[in-house]
Every structure is written in C-alpha cells, then in structure tokens.
DNA sequence: AGCTGGCACTCGCACGATGTGAGTGCCAGG
DNA sequence: CCTGGCACTCACATCGTGCGAGTGCCAGCT
C-alpha cells in the first residue's frame, strides 16, 4: 500500500513540520529534502497519505500535517534514533555525581531529563520489592508524641510520628529492640506477617505504645515509595504559550495528579521492558492529555529498583531525539543506581 | 490631596478591575457602586488620580486601571478584610488532620493554600533552630556504603549515603554508639564543636569510618530545612491563560529556581512580622516578577519552626480574600505544628 | 468652591470587502 | 507511472468604515 517513496514523504512532512510548526506543502518539501520527483508526484502521494489517515490539511489549500497515526508509524518504522550530542552525553554523566541520597537523585534526575528533552519531565520513586529491612527506630519526641524510622537495605528511610500513651524512654527502648530483633534481615512481605503475630503475644507492658507503633509500622509497610513521583521543567511549557489549550493546560492540570502521573507511567511501561515506550496524541488513556505526547522509559533492576521515568509534550515533538534522551538518562540513571 | 470620595473612587475601580478584567469608566462606576456624584464628577477626580499616578487608561479613550501604585494605597489603606466563608474555614481546619510527617503536612498546606485562594502556592519548611539532637543512626547497606540518620526533637529526619572503607558491623556498632553518646541531647551548634573534638581524638580503629561519618555529619548539621520549599497550585496558572507572558510565564520560570522562591519568600517575610505581607508588581526584587504580585505571611514560632509562605498570582488579584486566606492559613499551619 | 449636564472629540475595536498567494486536484502528454 | 500545466479554493492579511464607550472641558447651577 505504502511504497518507499509515501514514507519518505511522510518522514519528511513529519520532520518539516516538527522543526517549522506550520503546514507543509509539496513544493517546499522538493526542494528541502532530496526527493527525485516533481511536486506533482508528491502531491499524489500526500493524496493517498491523507486518504490512509496519516496526515491531514487544516483547511483546504493549505499544507498537511501529521496525524496521531502519522506520528505512530513514523515513530514506529522511521525515526532513525539520533545520536547524543557530546554536550548532552556530557551532561548526562556527570549530573548525578555528588548525589547525597535518593531523594537527591530523583531530584538531580527530573531536572537532567527536563533540560536535555526541554519537556516537561517525570520521574517515579524506584520500588525495591526485595529490599531486607535494616533497622527500625524509634524515638520519643515529646511525653507523647513518638518517631517511628524505617530503614532498609535499599537505602530507604521512611519516617512517621505518632501519638502515644505514657511513653518511657525505657519502654521505648525495649520496644525498640524487640522490633528489631524480629525484623532485621527479613523482607517486608515476610515481616508484614512477623508483626501481626508479634502484636498478639506482647509483652503487656508494650502493648500500650507496641500496638499503635505496630499499626504504623504494618502501614509503612504497605505504602510503595514507588508511587512518589518528581515533576521537573515545567518552565519549559513557557515555549509552547501559543498552543496554550493543547499543551500548557492539559499538562498544568495532569501534573498536580500523583494517581494520572502513576498511572500514565506505568500503562506506558508495562509494554515494552527496557525500551523507550511513546504514547501518541488519542493513545494515551487520559482525556485530557490526548493532545499530547508521552515518551517513557522504565528503568534500574528489579533488585535495585524498578521504576519508570519520561517526558510529557505536544504531539508535535522531536522524537528522534527525545526518545534517545529519554533512552540515555534510563539507562544512565539505572547504572548509577547500581553502582550506588 | 486625595480626599475621601476619590479614595472611595479608586477603591470601586480597584474592585470592578479585579472582577470584570476591563478597563472601568465613570459611568458603570457610578451605577455599580452607590457613589452620591455625577458621571462628571467623579471623571474630575480620576484625573487626579490618574495626574497622582493611581490609575492609568491603557488607551486615550478607554476606562481606567490601577497602577501598581494604585493596588498599593488599595491594600494599605482601602482594603477591608473579607471574612472567609464558612466552607473555607471548614476546609483549611480539616485539611491538616491525619496528616503523616513533616513531608505530609507541607504537603497538605500546599495543596490547602493553592485551592483556597486559587493561585500559585509556595510553601517553605520551618526552621527549627533550638532542635536538640535525638538520635544518630549508621547502617551498613552494603560492604562499602553506609547510611546515616539524623533525627532531632522536632521530629526532622535527615539521610544521607555515603561510601566507607572497610565497613564491618562491629565497628558501625561502636561508632554508632559513640556518636549518639556524645550527641543525643545536645543542640545543633554545640555537636558541631562536640563533633570536631570526636574527630581528633578518635580511636585509631575506627579513623577510617568515623572521619568520614562525622564528616558527613558536619554537613547535614549546617544544610538547614528551612531551604527548602514546596510549591503546589500550578494548574491554577491555567486561568491566565490569556495573559500568559505577564502571569503564567514569570511564574513557570520562577517556579524551578528554589533560590529565586527562597530569596522571595524570605525578603517578603522579614519586614513585618506574623502579619501578611504584599509585594506589587515592580515591588518585587525580581524582575521577571514585576508583572506579578506576592502575598506571603510568616508561620509557626522559633520553637517550633518558623518560616513562610504565600503565593504568587497576577497584580490583578482579589487581595482582600487572598489576605484573608493567606493569614488564615498560616495561623492555622502554625498552631498544628505547636500542638503536633 | 464644588458639582452637574451637555457637548464635541478621540480612538480602539468589531465588521465587512478585497486581493493575494500558497497549496491543491485533475488532466493530458511523455 | 511521472510530470508540467492550469483552474480552483480558501485562509489570512490589509484596508476602510461606523459605532460607541469613554473622555475633557465648559458654562451654569447650588
């Protein structure tokens, strides 16, 4: 159905009008790409390109532009994946030096992703499903009022203050170490189960403060860290005020939505594992972001932390390179997750 | 020089500006409010206004304006404070409970503080200077790395990673118990000096990891919470979608620069103290700002954490109500975070 | 002295007519 | 199957026009 010719044709709408935001028509598309045919034979082409639904004129007598489907197959079959430049590889490896903890390196990550992609980026907090816990603490604040601290191997620190009746330093500190004693070394699913039948035979001294601290401790664990996520450059919607309905808002209004955040993420990573999924325009589950474009990537190992990282946009967007930017700070950012 | 009748003047204009976004004349201003005068007359005192630089007409033969002068006599002088309605103050005394940690509180007020005055939220984490430390914890995470916690009264806990030579349990133990030894109990300030001395005299087994622990520690002593802050209400910026490069854009491009929010926050903070503080306009001292407007209040007590917050939105802003809510908010935040 | 009604004037803006040009579809010929 | 030619379509920019909201000023009234 599609002859060579109609794709490059169609790979050479989709780049004109990426780069030039306006319609594109036969003459200009001669003379700007090597095409060896005159305007006429493209305009035939761009005939049946339109009639399959790969592109479209905003009005008659103008240029075509792209369709969702247009962009797909050209994400799909022609976009040739462009090269990192120097500065960019750069950037990219030297970002996350220095990085003081894991709330540093989601943070140094969000803003990496946002200036090389000039997007809109969004990071999710890596799940650590096999992770030992390492340590709980807890800590009296004030007569009544206790800090509970969950540590584990992954380097997850996860705090909670709660009220307590009568709490004793010494109370505290025998809670303290029977926690402990029965947790340390053991996975979360394993300890989920530890701690309700460590709540039934307590000591009934503890049960007073041991019970609540138990319920917290069961809640922390219950609680993923991997639906945090990190919002960055958002600045960069500033480019796109002209199509302000499109882009600005639709994305103004997702961001401030952990659960469309999760959700979008993960939809766009369960398809392909390691590879840079992109979600176009009408394919993306939610309403209001159907004008715009998704490219995401999962990344880290299941050991060390898997989560899904990527950028929101116009449709119209650089694919080539976004997806390769997206692809880079994955992959560079599940090495130095392994690393530590 | 303005006598009472033209401050009455320009507080209608003030107030049909806010409302109906157009330039007001005399004629609707007479009708809208109960103003005794003619037509005529109050044009002779808009002149004067207009001659004092209150008001301007953005063409020869349009309504009036306020100036940024204009809003300024209007919240130092003519603004009454709007009662908040009683769904608002439902909401703000509801919003913080149950709330988790210090993360979720911060968390909440920003969110609260967003939806109630409908713009930009900027919320910054309290200082808490006179903070005894708790506890210190080390743990091994891996042969060579090692997390280090640092909880203090007021129920802040900060992590950090950090790579160690040679690390084995029994050292950890020891120098862990070493630590807290000499730390629990005491201020920030004075475990710097405690911390110096450790480090001088320390036993030569443990040199090698207690170096840099301590270390490590130094720097979480003198890296204060209070640079931090949270920002929440983006989506509101959708509203100004017509004036996109005078709002919506000098706030994206704020919005990332956490120095920017913090030098913002802190310079509108230090002049009066718990009461709400307005900045106009080319009041701001950053100039990509100029177009925008600050309300911003100090929260909470120097024993509990004090720091600021407030939001940022358009000149042309309903500044009773956001005054209103602003204050109201912080009262609120500073009061939880005194009971707990 | 201050307020008011009247009046001429200004000028932004919405509206309609016009012309231009980029781009198209189609067709006959190579 | 490609190409040059040609008639056609329309979005958009440009220009002119009329309207009306709003103003400044002035003479007269209280």
């Known amino acids: ?24 028509g036969s003459k200009s598309l001669v003379e700007r790409h090597g095409l060896r045919v005159s305007p006429a034979t ?71 992703l946002a200036q090389v992609t000039s997007q809109v980026a969004i990071v999710q907090y890596p799940a650590a499903p096999a992770a030992q816990i390492r340590h709980v603490e807890l800590v009296g604040l004030t007569t009544d009022r206790a800090l509970v601290v969950l540590i584990t191997s992954s380097g997850t620190v996860e705090q909670r203050t709660l009220e307590l009746p009568h709490v004793s330093d010494d109370h505290i500190a025998q809670l303290r170490a029977l926690l402990n004693s029965h947790l340390i070394g053991i996975a979360p699913s394993a300890a989920v189960d530890r701690l309700a039948a460590l709540a039934t035979d307590l000591d009934l001294a503890l049960r007073p403060i041991g019970t609540p601290v138990i319920a917290v401790l069961l809640d922390m664990l219950a609680s993923d860290a991997s639906d945090r996520v990190v919002v960055g450059g958002v600045p960069n919607l500033a480019r ?18 952990n659960v469309v955040l999760l959700r979008l993420l993960g939809e766009a990573a369960s398809s392909v594992d390691g590879e840079v999924t992109v979600r176009i325009g009408h394919e993306n589950p939610y309403e209001t972001l159907q004008t715009t474009s998704l490219v995401a990537s999962s990344y880290g190992t299941v050991s060390d932390g898997r989560a899904t990282l990527g950028i929101v946009g116009p449709t119209r967007m650089d694919y080539p390179s976004t997806m390769a930017s997206v692809r880079a700070v994955a992959r560079y950012v599940g090495r130095f997750l392994a690393e530590g």
Do not use: W
């Not at 159905?1 to 306006?22: F, G, H, P």
């Not at 792209?66 to 962009?71: L, R």
């Not at 120097?86 to 140094?108: K, Y």
């Not at 796109?240 to 939505?257: H, I, K, N, S």
């Open 1 to 24: 159905m599609l002859d060579d010719r109609k794709l490059d044709v169609l790979k050479a709408i989709v780049t004109d009008y990426v780069s030039s935001k306006e319609p594109v």
């Open 42 to 112: 493209v305009r035939n082409d761009m005939a049946v390109l339109e009639e399959e639904g790969y592109i479209v004129q905003p009005h008659t007598s103008a240029g075509r532009i792209p369709t969702d489907k247009g962009y797909r197959l050209f994400v799909d079959r022609l976009a040739t994946v462009k090269p990192l430049s120097p500065a960019e590889r750069r950037a990219i490896s030297t970002f996350l030096a220095g990085a003081i903890d894991l709330d540093d390196v989601m943070g140094r990550t969000v803003r990496l």
């Open 240 to 257: 796109f005020g002209d199509q302000f309905e499109t882009t600005v808002r639709p994305v103004l209004e997702a961001l401030e939505e």
